[in-house]
Antibody
């Protein structure tokens, strides 16, 4: 059974960089699939951030592309999100997920709330 | 404003059927058979219910069905049950430059 778990600081100051880790168990990242990040501001809908293949191929939401860095560590079976120059608008629950063929997401991690505030 | 348009709310009585629409453009919903639907209960992560327009993952009841016509996709929930009360989101592949887009979500109430 594939399981994903997000981790990272719950509070980030404005203009700083948000950094999150997604640990994967039950499946080897290097075996395939894209590995994705999605976020959900409080009380609002879902927004895709981007995804990465273990070989380095990436896809990004155009609206976030300039601030997003995705990376993968196959030795730790983890992948990472960095979002720079954050503002209050980046406050959200951040989910990681396995992505099938750059299309649907399954399964998802439980999500982690990141608040941007001084 | 979300890329895909969903009604903010829908409702039905137990045992009834409800259909939720998801309208996009020829660049996303209409251009690819890569529409998926997610169910989200309060405080929980989204759960995949339908992928590739009409396919159901293992474990999802056949009461959930998906379809597409032109630029509009639909999710039908038949034989409504209390546990179906949740938010539902559609998403679609939108090409390599636009990636994946989501709808704004529909809150389904079982009256």
């Amino acid at each position: 059974q594939v399981q994903l778990q997000e981790s990272g600081p719950g509070l980030v100051k404005p203009s700083e960089t948000l950094s999150l880790t997604c640990g994967v168990s039950g499946f080897s990242i290097s075996s395939g699939y894209y590995w994705a990040w999605i976020r959900q501001p409080p009380g609002k809908g879902l927004e895709s951030i981007g995804s990465m293949y273990h070989s380095g191929s990436t896809y990004y939401n155009p609206s976030l592309k300039s601030r997003v860095t995705l990376s993968v560590d196959t030795s730790k079976n983890q992948f990472y999100l960095k979002l720079s120059s954050v503002t209050a608008a980046d406050t959200a629950v951040y989910y990681c997920a396995r992505q099938h063929g750059n299309h649907w997401f399954d399964p998802w991690g439980q999500g982690t709330l990141v608040t941007v505030s001084s | 404003q979300s890329a895909l348009t969903q009604p903010p709310s829908a409702s039905g009585s137990p045992g009834q059927s409800v259909t939720i629409s998801c309208t996009g453009t020829s660049s996303d919903v209409g251009g690819y058979d890569y529409v998926s639907w997610y169910q989200q209960h309060p405080g929980k992560a989204p759960k995949l219910m339908v992928y590739e327009v009409s396919k159901r993952p293992s474990g999802v009841p056949d009461r959930f069905s998906g379809s597409k016509s032109g630029n509009t996709a639909s999710l039908t929930v038949s034989g409504l049950q209390a546990e179906d009360e949740a938010d539902y989101y559609c998403s679609s592949y939108a090409g390599s430059n636009n990636y994946v887009v989501f709808g704004g979500g529909t809150n389904l109430a079982v009256l």
